[in-house]
């Protein structure tokens, strides 16, 4: 079984915050893979799914941001999942708007939701980290994350979520480098390459 876990903070409010690219992804996961509805567990919202052939917890917590972990411990304990079949998605201000990068384990980088997940788990987790820019400015970073994307990057948010729900059976099948290249594809596509002449063709004189 696998538990996958989307970041962001519950309510109305927040819906369409950069921080939140975590619940946007889980939800588009969730709809494209016909998993049941969401119900209240864990201090948090769990929806049950198959995914390439495995049974898939999806939790998005509601203890807000910064206390992630507890929701994701009480999961991880209850269905006795691995640390090493955890997935959590999150933003990622040290990437660029739209890039997507997996990994396995390492330090949380000042994000409040993995820091908090940390101080429940070992970090061994999986984590798909979404770009989302970055401010320029640290003392910005608070405000920046909680704040709604700006319109113009509806295009590529929408394209980035699209791609990682239609792609995430690459990912619970274990293929981390086919899931990040399909993504990558699709937020951008190679440039078509121009037809070539035929062979014989006339030259002009």
Known sequence: MLLLV??????????????????MAVDEIVRRHSFGPFRARFEGL????????EKVRALK????????????????RFFKVPVDRIVVIHDEVDLAPGK????????????????SIDAYLDPGYWRVRLGVGHPG????????????????DA???????????????????GDEAGFMNHVSLAIKPPKPKPPRPPKDSPTSE
């Open 61 to 76: 917590p509601t203890t807000y941001m910064n206390d992630s972990g507890r929701s994701v411990a009480a999961a991880a």
């Open 6 to 23: 989307g970041l962001g903070n519950p309510g109305p409010g927040y819906t369409r915050h950069r921080h939140n690219i975590g619940y």
């Open 46 to 53: 769990v929806a049950e799914g198959e995914i390439a052939g």
């Open 137 to 152: 400015d640290k003392d910005q970073m608070s405000n920046y994350v909680l704040h709604d994307f700006a319109k113009a």
């Open 100 to 115: 997507i990068r997996v990994k396995c384990g390492g330090g949380h980088a000042g994000h409040n939701g993995l820091r």
């Open 155 to 173: 295009e590529w948010v929408g394209k980035l979520i699209d791609a990682v729900a239609a792609a995430f059976p690459r990912l619970v099948a």
